[in-house]
């Protein structure tokens, strides 16, 4: 695995809203593969999506799982204009949100500025029946890229989760964008 450096903390910011705003309203993720998820987690009353740009995955959670409280956080300047979603650096712990969801989602780990860190603080936001729904396609990984600024092999990402002490207990590899795997997790 590596991860491209950047000037600063402060460089990261600028490339992750510029590319942002260079997609506003793409969309990555699929909905049959939010719909699989809540088939994983259909009691989930908790749901939080990271680095969701125009909000797709709450738009899909919520239609899955309507009585749940979904909450999508994104780093762009735009982040207000989409429902559901607050402007927040996915890499950086909020005290509120900490042991409190059942479903922890995300396609966007790629856009980490430190895989270790982001890996804790989103585990750290599980609560004891919590599952991290950690969606990444090696396929899209490019090297040395500050957009995207992890490049690693699905095999790296499976290494890294368990480092973390983010237990695999399943892979869903069906109806994922581009061949992607979603690697199911728990706190060890």
Aim: aromatic share 12%.
């Amino acid at each position: 695995m590596e991860v491209y450096k950047y000037e600063d903390y402060d460089d990261y910011i600028r490339w992750q809203k510029k590319i942002n705003k260079s997609k506003k309203g793409w969309v990555y993720v699929k909905e049959k593969t939010i719909e699989n998820i809540s088939k994983e987690c259909p009691f989930a009353s908790q749901i939080l999506c990271h680095g969701t740009r125009a909000g797709a995955e709450q738009k899909y959670f919520k239609k899955y799982l309507p009585n749940a409280e979904i909450i999508g956080t994104e780093i762009g300047d735009n982040a207000l204009e989409y429902e559901m979603t607050i402007q927040h650096d996915f890499n950086k712990q909020l005290p509120e949100f900490i042991n409190k969801f059942d479903i922890v989602y995300s396609n966007s780990f790629d856009h980490s500025i430190n895989p270790k860190e982001t890996l804790k603080v989103w585990g750290n936001q599980l609560n004891n029946n919590g599952k991290l729904f950690l969606e990444f396609n090696e396929r899209d990984s490019v090297k040395n890229y500050a957009p995207d600024p992890v490049y690693a092999t699905n095999k790296e990402i499976e290494k890294l989760l368990i480092q973390e002490n983010l237990n695999i207990i399943k892979k869903l590899t069906k109806d994922n964008k581009s061949g992607g795997v979603v690697f199911v997790c728990k706190k060890g």
